[in-house]
């Protein structure tokens, strides 16, 4: 577990100061991938690079396996980043070493020996699937590969918790995909906990359990990746979860479909987890005799499951409309009235 609390980050320049992160509290279950996502200038590097002390906070506490990293002092920190893998957006590798030497060159730093780090760093090339790359300079490997020995070298020492900032801003949406797979294996095989930034809600979509919404240093936010994407509460994430959901910058089409007609109500409805799956609007229009059109729908799996929209018109006298909009909810789907805005 990772308890940060009442976190503070105030930059003194020259002719301003920044908050640049103001006063975040957050707890991190092991194994957990844990996003943070936000704009730019939320605050994010800054809060990521807090966590292994790249800053060091104004205010606050970070406890990693029990102890406060905040008051370490340069000995024991050193020892402690080495639980603290980090991947950075532009790589960070060292460009005229090899794939092998790269990996190789945190395990040299913690005193290692030769044959051990042989070893580790070919069970390690073999993880992440750079196999027949160990002689390869950084130059001579696409985004994704350089990216995968950032990888490979931030697990050398086997550290508990691994810091991701913006690891996959500079790689095309396959490349990304790719990379975002390769941490869930990691996050299941190693049973490591990740913590990430990024400005895609894609990303969050994809690989986190949870997740913390920044805005100017503070955590608007936080909770489950799904429940938060079904009930986001502040405009900042509402906007996020729009990237995700095209349908709702369309829902002007859907005024058309809103009448005054008492036998006719427009719904949007929200399907979670196992109810995504369940083939309902034929259920109810078989079981209340009711007409049901639709008229836009999508889906989103996420690591929790999958969570779903559908606007759809439901058709008939009131009260069998009512009844309808009843079975629906007592499947545990949420349902909301559209009227004209
Ligand atoms: N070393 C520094 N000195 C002064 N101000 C800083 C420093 N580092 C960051 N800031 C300020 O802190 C605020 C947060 O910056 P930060 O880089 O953490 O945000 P971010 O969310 O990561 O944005 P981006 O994605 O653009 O990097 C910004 O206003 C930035 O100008």
Request: aromatic share 4%; with cysteine.
């Amino acid at each position: 577990m990772i308890s940060i609390k009442n976190l503070s980050k105030v930059f003194n320049t020259k002719d301003q100061t920044v908050q640049a992160v103001d006063d975040v509290s957050i707890n991190i279950p092991k194994g957990e991938i844990y996003g943070v996502i936000g704009y730019s200038g939320a605050g994010k590097s800054t809060f990521i690079r807090l966590i292994n002390r790249l800053e060091d906070p104004t205010e606050g506490e970070i406890l990693l396996n029990n102890q406060d990293i905040t008051a370490l002092r340069k000995g024991e920190l050193r020892k402690q980043r080495q639980k603290i893998g980090m991947i950075f957006q532009h790589f960070n590798l060292l460009w005229s070493r090899t794939v092998f030497e790269n990996i190789a060159f945190p395990l040299e730093i913690a005193g290692i020996s030769k044959q051990e780090r042989e070893r580790k760093v070919l069970e390690l090339i073999d993880l992440v699937g750079l196999k027949g790359r160990e002689q390869s300079y950084p130059s001579q490997l696409s985004g994704g590969q350089k990216q995968r020995v950032g990888i490979a070298r931030a697990l050398a020492n086997e550290p508990t918790v691994l810091l991701c900032d913006e690891a996959t801003s500079a790689l095309d949406p396959e490349t990304t995909d790719d990379i975002l797979d390769l941490l869930v294996s990691i996050n299941e095989k190693l049973n490591l906990t990740i913590i990430l930034i990024t400005h895609e809600m894609h990303v969050i979509q994809k690989i986190c359990h949870q997740v913390a919404v920044m805005e100017q240093g503070k955590v608007v936010e936080q909770g489950e990746v799904l429940d938060v994407f079904v009930k986001p509460q502040s405009k900042t994430t509402k906007r996020f979860v729009q990237q995700l959901s095209p349908l709702e910058h369309q829902i002007d089409r859907l005024n058309q479909f809103i009448t005054n007609d008492e036998q006719s109500e427009v719904v949007k409805l929200h399907f979670i987890g196992n109810n995504a799956k369940r083939a309902l609007i034929s259920e109810v229009s078989k079981q209340l005799d009711v007409e049901i059109n639709i008229l836009q729908g999508s889906i989103s799996p996420t690591q929790e499951g999958a969570y779903g929209t559908l606007y759809v018109e439901i058709k008939g006298k009131p009260s069998v409309i009512q009844n309808s909009i009843s079975y629906i909810e007592s499947s545990g789907v949420e349902v909301e009235v559209l009227r004209h805005v």
